[in-house]
């Protein structure tokens, strides 16, 4: 039988452990053994797993309810309901228009026959050979030996003091307009003291014009594209012409922007609808039966979850169950639009059936029309029921980061016990392998003595 030497003197491991005098392969007896002592530390690790999964989870949702909570309370705010004019263009690219201050309340037929114009003209350009002075409307500029056509453009559109913007062209060429735009006549852009540096294109000045425009049979001009006198407290922006027929310019009468609302209610849903499929989620996720990895341990840890359950079902009764104190058909959400859209006469939707909300577009309009104030009344009493619901779970100190909490501290203590059981267990492992190791050292030696005596009683026979 082969044997293999070991060091044994104090602090000294053993190399190997296998294929030594008792021919057992103790590598493999030692680890079994400490698979067995790990058993209750693979045990707390699962759970660990499991409890950083819930912590996750809870952290998550408490994160989506929060933004939901923000979004409810905007609701409440006067701001939203502030009483403004809304005004519509048929052909906002052509003829845009928004209220500035008491418009008149109605519809307008405008046309457009010229757009403003400012006045440009162009000139060739030459680098002077040494520095220049020469004046644009009266604003004296510099020009250095060697300078160049952008480096001159870029002096003229900086020069605060300057009534012409300058773009220079790849051709060599400069063209100076005028910075407002309007009817010159035939003076403008006057250059002095140019000589070379600037010699001006035959036949390309062009004078600036006025905006010609009709409103509802009235001509009218001006200036600038941007109209502020045609249509009493409204302002125009002139974007092209008309030749295709008159633009209609539709002014509201005063009150709540129903485009604004709209879009904070669309806001809400999103938020809402992403809230309970996230709930939704985590309470019907069923833990594996078997799990046998880390994901699987932290899956389906809020499962059946009770609070969770009770959090969803209130915030869907809210969204229905009218309002003690308000007026009948003004009292809950529901009457302005926001429902879970299940189609009547036939089968539910999946999301309707998990609760999800829509919005009814032309109901919210109508109801915003017909009775603006009852909107707002029973939006901030619904807000501010359902953004204390919501906050009661998901608000700084609220149960979900209580829960979170809970499970934060039992992975510190865990974590904890975990490594105090591994740093026992790594001294249980090579005090396993010094024991075997003795043993080994031991059989070897008995089995050197037993070979000995074996030879020494072979010779006696053979001289015998």
Excluded at 54 to 65: K, V
Excluded at 363 to 382: C, H, I, R, S, T
């Amino acid at each position: 039988m082969s044997t293999s030497s070991l060091s044994l003197g104090s602090g000294a491991s053993p190399l190997s452990l296998s294929g030594l005098a008792s021919g057992l392969d103790t590598s493999a007896i030692i680890g079994e053994l400490m698979d067995v002592e790990r058993e209750p530390v693979d045990h707390l690790s699962d759970e660990k797993l499991k409890l950083q999964g819930g912590e996750t989870a809870l952290q998550s949702l408490q994160s989506s309810l929060q933004a939901l909570s923000a979004a409810v309370s905007e609701f409440g705010l006067p701001s939203l309901f502030e009483s403004a004019q809304t005004v519509t263009s048929n052909e906002p690219a052509r003829v845009s228009a928004a209220a500035s201050s008491g418009a008149a309340v109605g519809g307008y037929e405008v046309e457009v026959t010229a757009l403003a114009t400012s006045a440009q003209r162009t000139f060739l350009f030459a680098s002077p050979e040494s520095e220049q002075t020469l004046t644009i409307d009266g604003t004296t500029f510099t020009l250095k030996a060697g300078e160049t056509a952008k480096s001159f453009a870029s002096a003229v559109n900086s020069d605060g003091a300057a009534t012409v913007y300058a773009a220079a062209l790849e051709n060599g060429t400069v063209v100076l307009s005028n910075r407002q735009t309007g009817t010159t006549g035939g003076e403008f852009i006057e250059v002095e003291g140019a000589g070379t540096t600037l010699t001006e294109v035959e036949e390309s000045g062009k004078e600036g014009k006025d905006a010609e425009y009709v409103v509802d049979g009235v001509p009218g001009s001006s200036s600038s594209n941007t109209v502020t006198e045609a249509i009493a407290g409204v302002t125009l922006t002139l974007g092209g012409l008309t030749p295709q027929g008159p633009v209609t310019i539709d002014v509201q009468p005063p009150g709540p922007s129903t485009s604004a609302i709209e879009a904070q209610v669309q806001s809400f849903i999103k938020l809402y609808n992403a809230a309970v499929e996230a709930i939704h989620q985590q309470v019907s996720t069923r833990p594996p039966a078997k799990p046998t990895s880390s994901g699987e341990l932290a899956t389906g840890t809020l499962f059946g979850d009770v609070e969770l359950t009770s959090l969803v079902n209130g915030m869907r009764s809210a969204m229905y169950e009218s309002i003690v104190g308000l007026e009948a058909g003004m009292s809950s959400p529901y009457d302005i639009g926001i429902s879970t859209g299940a189609p009547t006469g036939g089968a539910s939707s999946a999301s309707s059936l998990e609760g999800l909300l829509t919005l009814d577009p032309s109901k919210l309009a109508e109801a915003l029309q017909a009775n603006p104030g009852g909107v707002q009344k029973m939006l901030q009493q619904w807000s501010q029921g359902l953004e204390s619901q919501i906050d009661a779970a998901s608000a700084p100190g609220g149960s979900l980061e209580e829960r979170a909490n809970v499970d934060a501290s039992q992975i510190t203590q865990l974590t904890s016990q975990i490594n105090n059981m591994n740093e026992m267990l790594a001294i249980r492992e090579k005090a396993l392998q010094h024991t075997y190791a003795e043993l080994e050292a031991v059989i070897s030696q008995n089995t050197a003595k037993s070979d000995w005596l074996t030879e020494q009683a072979d010779s006696l026979d053979k001289q015998s």
